[in-house]
């Protein structure tokens, strides 16, 4: 597992950063993403596009993350790797 980075966000005209971390295994790879305390995985859809994924038993009840924060977290994502 590669060390630990942020990820730099615009998200409702505030640059926000969210802790990262690349995680491989064999030929696919996937971004362990924290946001508020919890666990988000981005992984590549068929398209080749990053899509967020969460574990629905780790999360709190408290956790919330609207869907144009992923997307923007997404969009960051291909573009630091493109």
């Known amino acids: 597992m590669e060390e630990p980075f942020d990820i730099p966000v615009i998200y409702n005209n505030q640059s926000l950063l969210f802790p990262a971390r690349l995680i491989r295994a064999g030929y696919i790879h996937k971004f362990e993403v924290i946001i508020n305390q919890q666990p988000v995985f981005f992984e590549q859809d068929d398209m080749e596009r990053y899509r ?4 629905v038993s780790a999360i709190t009840n408290n956790f919330h993350a609207d869907k144009a924060l992923l997307q923007a977290i997404a969009e960051a994502i291909e573009d630091i790797l493109s």
Do not use: G, H, M
């Open 52 to 55: 967020a994924v969460v574990d």
